[in-house]
């Protein structure tokens, strides 16, 4: 029997790859034949990353992508230097919860450069004729943020709702390029966002308690979301597009 998800030959753009699902992606989608080009901001985990990385054909570029005006220059470098892709990952993103009556429009714009601004130029890029495959699948990591409410996260769920809103309408402008995008969005997982959010809340904190009654499976692990991502960058799913996908512990369902 065939391997039901199988990129063997595939080479996939992972940004935010130096840690978190992004790491984690990599690392899968890897393990599946994929060769990875990582992006992130940080170059010595980069190349720690790249060190656990099967194959010779696996790269690294050190880029921001909250400077925006710098990710057009970054795709024309990856294209000439790596050729044509096969899909994106873009797990770079950051999350700064503040309460609205502290919360200044630059602190609003900061949040949106990476998860959003950066996300559709990324998208932008990587689209443009000579620089993908036929079959290309992009995949953004969104969150469970993007559909719920919470106090004080106003700026994460607007960027995460942003993400989910335009990729159902990119997704009707780039399938006659045969192109397909889609979100995934995870609730709780085991990153360093996760240990810093318990490092401030604790565990039996109400906050803590009433997150992992509602995500009743538990709290996820980094791999949970790659599955999920290499399900969805794989020809397996190519009659999926314009969809966000909870990979949520059972979050939305409570």
């Known amino acids: 029997m065939n391997q039901f998800v199988d990129l063997?030959?595939?080479?996939?753009?992972?940004?935010?790859?130096?840690?978190g699902i992004g790491k984690q992606t990599a690392m899968t989608l890897n393990g599946l034949g994929a060769d990875v080009i990582l992006v992130a901001r940080r170059e010595e985990r980069l190349k720690a990353v790249l060190s656990e990385l099967e194959g010779e054909n696996n790269a690294y570029y050190v880029s921001d992508l909250?400077?925006?005006?710098?990710?057009?220059?970054?795709?024309?470098?990856?294209?000439?230097?790596?050729g044509?892709?096969?899909?994106?990952?873009?797990?770079?993103?950051?999350?700064?919860?503040?309460?609205?009556?502290?919360?200044?429009?630059?602190?609003i714009q900061e949040v949106f450069n990476i998860n959003y601004f950066g996300f559709i130029e990324s998208v932008r890029q990587?689209?443009?004729k000579g620089r993908y495959n036929e079959g290309m699948r992009i995949v953004g990591v969104s969150s469970v943020a993007s559909?719920?409410?919470?106090?004080?996260?106003?700026?994460?769920?607007?960027?995460?709702?942003?993400?989910?809103?335009?990729v159902r309408c990119i997704a009707t402008e780039v399938y006659?390029?045969?192109?397909?995008?889609?979100?995934?969005?995870?609730?709780m997982t085991?990153?360093?966002?996760?240990?810093?959010?318990?490092?401030?809340?604790?565990m039996s904190s109400p906050k803590n308690r009433g997150t992992l009654e509602r995500q009743y499976m538990g709290v996820g692990k980094?791999?949970?979301?790659?599955?999920?991502?290499?399900?969805?960058?794989?020809?397996?799913?190519?009659?999926?597009?314009?969809?966000?996908l909870p990979v949520d512990g059972g979050m939305t369902t409570s």
């Open 8 to 19: 063997t030959g595939r080479k996939i753009l992972i940004t935010g790859a130096s840690s």
């Open 66 to 82: 909250s400077e925006v005006n710098r990710i057009e220059h970054l795709f024309k470098q990856i294209a000439e230097e790596q």
């Open 84 to 107: 044509k892709l096969d899909g994106m990952v873009y797990a770079a993103g950051i999350a700064i919860y503040t309460p609205l009556k502290l919360f200044k429009p630059d602190k």
């Open 126 to 128: 990587i689209c443009k």
């Open 147 to 166: 559909m719920r409410g919470d106090k004080a996260r106003l700026a994460y769920s607007g960027s995460k709702a942003a993400m989910d809103a335009s």
């Open 176 to 187: 006659d390029k045969g192109i397909c995008i889609n979100t995934v969005a995870p609730a």
């Open 190 to 202: 085991e990153t360093e966002m996760y240990l810093e959010f318990m490092k401030t809340n604790g």
């Open 222 to 244: 980094p791999e949970d979301i790659a599955n999920a991502i290499a399900f969805l960058i794989s020809p397996a799913a190519r009659f999926i597009t314009g969809i966000t």
